[in-house]
């Protein structure tokens, strides 16, 4: 008879630990599939924007009047020659045509060589991605963390000076160009107090802290207009959300303030900010052309300017397809944040 309750005890144990455990898994299945689901409906977005996008960058190559025959065997060249060297680059062959096959050959991750040093184009931007990346994540890094500590602040004392005092900078912050802003750190930490590298590019193996001082800069200068966006977003969302009724109760129970807004009201309030953010993701990537040259790094932005600039079509269109794609997937990710925050996103996607 003793064996038997045990045996029953035993088994309502077991019982009650299953029927938790599945409505434990429950909400995660759910959490699992909403995100697959809003990445699924991300890369469905991206898809077309991707073939669009590379089949106008390749038209506009295609349809430059510059013959790179004629340019790599130079003015000594014969008409037979340069046909000659049409054909092997192809360029005898129908403009669709050619796209297809590029295409195609982009997908197995051939991206071709260029006209004039013969190098694989995806070589060289395997070299050069990695710097153009290191400023575009310190950026966002910058950011996300100067944007939302000033955006915080603002909104937790909403109406009083250091509002007002974030409100003025951002404002002033969101009208300077990356440019301008490089240029005034070169002059500050480089040449009056020099304390940082004007510019050049060292990799991490020379050092994390050496590779960080040549990052710093460019980084600042091109997240500046971002972390200023940022901070003002989160400020909107975060004084509206701390007017909620939820809000209000979180505080008659005694909760810390700090609890209140970092864990209760971040959640709801950070959405404009994540959204502003994630529109920000292509001009960090493509404002790098810019402060890659003011900084003289050797980035992608600076191997597009300077392939662009030769009429070396291969390496401008592989550069721009890796781009557009770093540019879809962030995108994808970002929507995938906005979800997570706001369910509600998810029918806005």
């Known amino acids: ?27 995660v299945l759910t959490a699992l599939v909403r995100t697959a689901a809003a990445l699924g409906r991300a890369l469905l977005i991206a898809v077309p924007v991707l073939l669009v996008s590379t089949f106008i960058t390749f038209m506009l190559g295609g349809l430059t009047d510059q013959d790179p025959a004629s340019v790599v065997l130079g003015d000594s060249a014969t008409p037979a020659d340069v046909a000659r060297m049409r054909e092997v680059f192809g360029l005898d062959r129908p403009l669709l045509l050619r796209y297809v096959l590029w295409l195609w050959d982009a997908l197995h991750g051939d991206l071709g060589s260029s006209w004039f040093t013969k190098i694989p184009v995806a070589q060289s931007i395997a070299e050069r991605l990695p710097v153009s ?49 490089a240029i005034a750190l070169i002059t500050v930490f480089s040449l009056l107090v020099p304390v940082l590298p004007s510019g050049g590019w060292v990799p991490p193996s020379a050092g994390l802290l050496t590779w960080a001082s040549f ?11 971002a972390a200023a966006d940022v901070a003002r977003q989160l400020r909107t969302g975060l004084a509206d959300t701390l007017h ?16 209140i807004v970092l864990v209760h009201a971040l959640r709801n309030g950070a959405g404009p900010a994540v959204a502003v953010l994630g529109m920000h993701v292509p001009r960090l990537i493509g404002g790098a052309v810019i402060v890659e040259t003011v900084f003289a790094l050797p980035g992608i932005g600076e191997l597009t300017k300077t392939a662009a600039l030769g009429g070396d079509v291969p390496v401008v269109q592989g550069a721009l397809l890796v781009t557009i794609g770093v540019v879809l997937i962030s995108s994808a990710l970002v929507n995938v944040l906005l979800v997570k925050l706001r369910p509600a996103a998810r029918r806005e996607i």
């Open 1 to 27: 008879m003793t064996t038997l309750n045990l045996r029953d005890a035993a088994g309502r144990v077991a019982g009650t630990t299953t029927a938790a455990g599945s409505a434990s898994s429950g909400p």
């Open 133 to 181: 990346l290191s400023v575009a994540a310190g950026a966002l890094l910058i950011a996300v963390v100067l944007g939302g500590v000033f955006g915080i602040l603002a909104a937790v004392r909403q109406g009083g000076w250091l509002d007002r005092t974030v409100t003025v900078v951002t404002s002033v912050l969101a009208t300077v160009p990356g440019f301008v802003a």
């Open 215 to 225: 990052l710093l800069l460019p980084s600042v200068s091109l997240s500046l207009d």
């Open 244 to 259: 909620e009724n939820y809000i209000v109760g979180a505080q008659v129970r005694g909760l810390p303030g700090w609890r």
